[in-house]
């Protein structure tokens, strides 16, 4: 039985940077919302670059919460004032000073 884990409903985040998926938690709890970060042994068990299935994730702990802690992390992750690229993994649409895909964890092609 794992009930610390009973209200843990929703995935927001996931990447191989285990500071980045610390750095996404706190950013919610900041804001208020409850989120925990799953995966975390797993990825150190790995060593730095874990296989895809290992990506480190964040997860709110309360399904409304869901909506907002996308916004937020978008906002954090998606700076004003830079050059955007396209996730060469996702399609996601990061901004230029990132190295890292905010969405998927994929690096930036060079
Ligand atoms: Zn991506």
Known sequence: MRRAFRFVVKRVFS???LAAAHHARNLLE???IRAVVRNELLSSAMGEL???EC???VWVMR???AERAE???KNSFFPKNSPPWNCPSCGERCEGQFTQCWRCGAY???
């Open 55 to 57: 990506q480190i994730e």
């Open 30 to 32: 900041v804001e208020g």
């Open 108 to 110: 930036r092609a060079a």
């Open 15 to 17: 990447s191989y940077n």
């Open 71 to 73: 916004l937020v992390l």
């Open 50 to 52: 874990p296989p895809a």
């Open 63 to 65: 399904e409304e919460d």
